[in-house]
């Protein structure tokens, strides 16, 4: 009896989620909103200015206050909002994303507490550092504390999952947060550093961006690989596993992705709250759960966010201004009491 041999079946590929309309118009509309978004942050503060006067500054300056404020205060800070936004936005997608949590954020993986831990650590052991070296110790702090909640996470039976990454992240969260407690009991020094860098600015310039550049470029391209395993993730670990998909490869690719964003988010501008949880609930009422889309969109709507939040900021308290942290702590703790009495959670 002669049997008839069948090809070998064509290498599997991810099937994107089904198409959603406007998805372009959207992503050229959340572009639109950064671009309004960074004038206004440019144009508003103690006293504002015009589109033409912004222009002046920027293009033809001649030394007048005005040029001098919008060059090295408004327009820094406003890079550097736009810079934390897409950090914290990418992040926040991506956390989601793996941990299949639609309440999560960074801050889930240790790094907030992380980066706190280091800079009370060193501050206590030799004093108050420059803030550039301030900065640095909150990103070493941030990308230590995330390496090992993976290497716990990994240590299980069955590898790295969603839960034993949050567990792991609850437990690290927890021991960090008990030192940082002890140690600042200790010392007044260290408790002044945390009491400073725990505000959440993105005012504060201390030349960390231009050395954080690389990794931030870094983890921008490790989010984009990363997209392909979070469509097959969204299907679910066995029809991600029969698609040829490894689940430990795109769970470490996008583990690294967070911690390098989130954490130089952190070092950036300090702690700020919810940003990495509203964003993708932003993100995905804009273009649905493709993460070809919702990764490009979380960046643009996380960018939007913090610059209105900082500029709000300076409105509401003028001639003051409230911290963007403090802002978004407003907004954000709403939405965040909104999404746990909520019957059904969005997907993710």
Not at 119 to 129: E, F, K, P, Q, Y
Not at 188 to 215: C, H, K, M, Y
Request: proline share 6%; aromatic share 4%; charged share 10%.
């Amino acid at each position: 009896m002669a049997h008839s041999l069948a090809p070998s079946p064509a290498p599997a590929s991810v099937p994107p989620p089904a198409r959603r309309p406007g998805r372009t118009r959207w992503l050229v509309l959340g572009l639109v909103a950064v671009l309004v978004a960074a004038a206004l942050s440019v144009c508003i503060g103690g006293r504002p200015s015009t589109l033409a006067e912004a222009w002046h500054a920027m293009v033809t300056p001649s030394g007048t206050v005005m040029d001098v404020t919008i060059r090295e205060l408004r327009w820094p800070r406003t890079v550097t909002a736009v810079v934390v936004g897409v950090s914290l936005g990418v992040a926040g997608v991506l956390v989601q994303g793996h941990t299949r949590n639609p309440i999560a954020d960074p801050g889930l993986l240790g790094i907030n507490q992380g980066a706190a831990l280091a800079i009370v650590a060193v501050t206590a052991l030799v004093g108050t550092g420059a803030p550039l070296t301030q900065a640095l110790l909150a990103f070493a702090g941030a990308l230590a504390a995330v390496v090992v909640v993976f290497l716990i996470g990994s240590a299980a039976r069955h590898g790295a999952t969603p839960i034993t990454l949050v567990l792991a992240g609850a437990a690290v969260s927890a021991l960090c947060t008990g030192l940082v407690s002890g140690i600042v009991l200790l010392d007044d020094q260290a408790l002044d550093t945390l009491r400073f860098w725990q505000v959440g600015s993105v005012a504060v310039r201390n030349g960390s961006l231009e050395i954080l550049g690389p990794f931030l470029a870094l983890g921008l391209v490790l989010a984009v690989l990363n997209i392909g395993a979070l469509n097959a993730l969204s299907l679910g670990e066995d029809t991600a596993r029969s698609l040829g998909v490894s689940l430990l490869g795109g769970r470490a690719t996008g583990i690294a992705a967070i911690t390098l964003l989130a954490g130089a988010a952190v070092t950036l501008a300090g702690p700020i709250a919810f940003a990495g949880l509203l964003v993708p609930h932003l993100a995905r009422a804009m273009v649905g759960a493709d993460y070809r889309w919702l990764v490009p969109a979380g960046a643009l709507a996380g960018a939007v966010l913090l610059l209105l939040a900082d500029t709000a900021g300076r409105v509401i308290a003028r001639p003051g201004e409230l911290s963007v942290g403090v802002v978004l702590a407003a907004v954000g703790a709403p939405f965040f009491v909104h999404l746990a009495r909520r019957k059904k959670l969005a997907t993710v």
